[in-house]
């Protein structure tokens, strides 16, 4: 059983990497961003209270995200395994995950950090240009992971379960390191 976390800065490339891994895997990518994005579009009430953290490069609060991350791994398609991305993204959510897992007897998660300088990774989101890819928002987007997300590496480091690619590659030997090293 594969479960995996996508650990990185904006603009690394986890979503590209954790979409082409998961059907190679044929396993789910449960994406928040993604989620949430397809919320602002339906217009749901999750959408509306997120989009305006999503827009000013905020994190949106726990509560909203933890919900709808425990409600995505209790379907179907999820029981034989997964790769977060985007989830969790600071210490508080590491932790509600982890009792979660233990509530739903799913265990022995993995977390790949897939890294990448800032300078790579500007470049990279400028040019994706999604909405929160602006100059202002992509800055601030590089803090809140500094200051909240970068915590984890230790955090799953310290609990065994880190491996680290080389985010700062072709998509493909990119792709061909997460192989090897799930593998391994
Ligand atoms: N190895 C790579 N080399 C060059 N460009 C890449 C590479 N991987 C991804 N990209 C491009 O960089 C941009 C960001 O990639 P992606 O959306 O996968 O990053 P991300 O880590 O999921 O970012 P975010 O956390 O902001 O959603 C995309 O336009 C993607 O096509
Ligand atoms: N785990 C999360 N906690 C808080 N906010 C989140 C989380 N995952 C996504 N978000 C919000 O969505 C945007 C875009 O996320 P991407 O992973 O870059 O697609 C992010 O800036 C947060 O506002």
Do not use: C
């Amino acid at each position: 059983m594969t479960r995996l976390i996508f650990l990185g800065p904006p603009g690394a490339g986890k979503g590209t990497q954790a979409k082409n891994l998961a059907e190679f895997l044929y396993i789910p990518h449960i994406s928040t961003g993604d989620i949430l994005r397809q919320a602002i579009q339906d217009q749901t009430n999750l959408g509306m209270q997120a989009q305006s953290f999503m827009d000013k490069g905020e994190l949106v609060p726990d509560k909203l995200v933890e919900d709808m991350v425990e409600e995505r791994l209790k379907q179907p398609d999820a029981q034989t395994g997964w790769i977060l991305d985007g989830f969790p993204r600071k210490v508080t959510q590491a932790k509600f995950l982890g009792e979660l897992l233990i509530n739903l007897r799913e265990g022995g998660e993995k977390v790949i950090n897939l890294d990448a300088p800032d300078a790579v990774v500007i470049n990279r989101l400028l040019g994706r240009g999604r909405k929160d890819d602006t100059e202002e928002v992509i800055r601030r987007r590089l803090e809140i992971y500094r200051d909240e997300t970068a915590p984890l590496i230790n955090y799953y480091s310290d609990r065994q379960q880190l491996l680290t690619v080389n985010g700062n590659q072709s998509q493909e030997e990119v792709f061909s390191d997460l192989k090897n090293i799930i593998a391994a």
